[in-house]
């Protein structure tokens, strides 16, 4: 939920919504916390010198070195249409970063198949992001994928 902006590089896309209601004399009734993602958009679009979600530049990076690197098919962050912009933040490596989250999530006690699912789903990401459309001859049906090879990435 991390990710480079102009002025952090390391800023959390995520916020708190506290609602706390009171009794007409100003007693506490009850509270919620409510989390939520503060930018969607930035998994599709980002400022110049800023950059998306960490985990996709991490995962670029490190997961060639994995078994599972050749099963999803990605590329060079420079390379997807999600995380071709800001590709480096200094003073920072991906790949060790990479190796640090499985780390991570194998002291969380996730199996394999668990973080590989994760993986699956953040390269599904980035491979629908290269997808290119076109508007069908006939308008009513609306448009298609260019490359229709470039599905099979997704499965």
């Not at 590329?75 to 989250?101: L, P, Q, R, S, W």
């Not at 999530?105 to 629908?128: I, P, Y």
Request: proline share 1%; net charge negative; aromatic share 8%.
């Amino acid at each position: 939920g991390n990710a480079k902006t102009i002025r952090n590089d390391n800023s959390s896309r995520f916020g708190k919504f506290i609602e706390i209601e009171f009794d007409t004399v100003g007693k506490l009734q009850s509270a919620r916390i409510s989390n939520y993602l503060l930018e969607k958009c930035r998994i599709i679009t980002q400022q110049p010198d800023e950059r998306g979600y960490h985990a996709f530049y991490q995962l670029c990076s490190g997961v060639a070195t994995m078994e599972l690197g050749s099963t999803l098919a990605l590329k060079d962050a420079t390379m997807h249409a999600y995380t071709c912009g800001c590709t480096v933040i200094h003073g920072e490596d991906d790949a060790a970063n990479f190796e640090e989250m499985v780390d991570c999530m194998h002291s969380l006690g996730f199996s394999t198949e668990e973080r590989n699912s994760v993986f699956k789903v953040v390269a599904a990401v980035l491979h629908l992001g290269d997808l290119e459309f076109e508007e069908c001859p006939n308008s009513a049906d609306g448009c298609k994928i260019v490359d229709s090879n470039a599905v099979t990435k997704l499965s």
